[in-house]
């Protein structure tokens, strides 16, 4: 199996490139043959704001470059992760001029979205959603706060959405969860070509005891994360536990603020995975107040791994991810008095408490190892490459190495 990765880094790592790294490792350990071809964000900066605009809708130097790479060195699948701005759906037209099947992942919302999120001023926003043309997005400058940034980002999706790019040049949509599927399928993205794969955790650490006495909040430091409504809930716990927060951006002087004000609160910066693995296996429970569609929640997983309940709010993908009362609580979005309320109950039942940890534990097991991931990837592309549709490429079964196809 020759695998070519396509993806578009971001200027600050994250949660998807830490999920395109993975999924890289997991199919080199297995034995395939990966190829990478990267864009960076950092490049932006040499690139004037129109040439990046022109790009995002179509870039002829990926399209070139492509064909001639999948030219020269035969690929079974194109897997394309992230294609913005600097990629380009180019790049899926490319990989189907050669003849080569596409999957593409679908980590947030910008196929249906200017501001990839579906979330606005502070709460879910939908007003983009199913449109041909996404007005409203630009109307309201979502992308950056820009009217003109939005603008073309809103003529790429039209673009592509005229051209069909997505019903003719990509045989699979993967979504992280069923919520995620449901949007795509309501922003008219093609119902019998998405399928479901979660993310994983590609080095287990294996499950710790919880015996520090703290709560944990890990991730991006921005509103639509719910950090507001986390330090708003903290002081109604009057005490009973402390919380510490791991992670940087716009909200960094929140959190600081935060710190300094609440001798309960202690913000952490940015950390390695080592040091929020061990964080993790020792917190008593991973909070996760997110106020939009979070597509997954990996953070939650990764507290599953190491046997740590999360209290999550109920919306978007941490709602399917979090069972309420098995592997965590679940708590009403942009309420820190429900946040406050459930986080009580959580450490005034200790009994319960113990028990979600072997569930998250037996959770995490059951659904999101490497092992049972790398299975789920190669049913996707055995799908992908039986794709019956005229010119949709080669046919070539691979098998499985070292784990069944069988999903």
């Known amino acids: 199996m020759k695998v070519l990765f396509i993806h578009n880094r971001y200027s600050i790592k994250g949660g998807e490139e830490e999920s395109f790294e ?11 043959e990966v190829g990478v071809y990267e864009e960076t964000n950092e490049r932006v900066r040499e690139l004037r704001r129109s040439q990046v605009a022109l790009r995002a809708i179509w870039s002829r130097e990926v399209y070139r470059e492509l064909r001639s790479r999948l030219s020269r060195s035969r690929y079974d699948i194109v897997h394309v ?7 380009s759906p180019a790049a899926h037209h490319a990989a189907r001029a050669e003849g080569v099947r596409v999957v593409q992942s679908v ?19 939908e007003d983009c959603l199913g449109k041909a043309v996404p007005w409203p997005g630009v109307l309201h400058g979502c992308y950056r706060e820009s009217r003109a940034g939005t603008a073309s980002v809103g003529a790429m ?40 794969k979660p993310n994983f955790v590609h080095h287990d650490r294996g499950a710790d005891r919880g015996e520090g006495d703290y709560a944990l909040f890990v991730g991006r430091l921005s509103p639509e994360k719910g950090l507001g409504t986390l330090l708003q809930a903290w002081p109604h716990l009057a005490g009973r536990i402390e919380l510490k927060i791991a992670g940087e951006g716009p909200l960094a ?13 202690q913000w952490l910066g940015r950390l390695n995975q080592v040091e929020i693995a061990e964080l993790m296996g020792n917190a008593r429970f991973l909070v ?19 046997g740590t309940p999360v209290l999550a709010s109920d919306i978007g993908g941490l709602a399917e991810l979090v069972e309420h009362g098995r592997t965590g609580r679940l708590f009403r979005p942009g309420d820190p008095s429900d946040l406050a309320r459930q986080a009580l109950w959580m450490l005034d039942h200790p009994a319960e408490l113990a028990g979600m940890r ?17 299975a ?32």
């Open 157 to 196: 999706i039209a673009a592509h959405r005229a051209l069909r790019t997505w019903h003719r040049k990509v045989d699979l949509f993967v979504a992280l969860t069923g919520f995620v599927r449901d949007k795509l399928i309501a922003g008219g993205l093609p119902a019998d070509r998405i399928v479901v």
């Open 81 to 87: 992760q992230n294609f913005f701005p600097l990629i």
């Open 253 to 265: 002087g929140a959190a600081r603020e935060g710190a300094a004000l609440s001798s309960g609160v």
């Open 288 to 306: 996760c107040p997110s106020e939009w569609y979070e597509p997954f929640g990996r953070v939650a997983i990764e507290a599953f791994a190491r």
């Open 376 to 407: 789920q990837l190669l049913a996707i592309y055995n799908r992908a490459l039986d794709d019956p549709r005229p010119g949709a490429g080669r046919l070539v079964r691979p098998v499985p190495i070292g784990a069944s196809s069988a999903v």
């Open 107 to 125: 980590r947030n919302y910008r196929l249906l979205c200017p501001a990839a999120t579906l979330f606005r001023q502070g709460r879910v926003c």
């Open 358 to 374: 072997n569930a998250a534990r037996i959770e995490f097991e059951t659904r999101y190892t490497a092992e049972r991931n790398y």
């Open 22 to 32: 993975a999924e890289i490792r997991l199919l080199q350990d297995m034995g395939h």
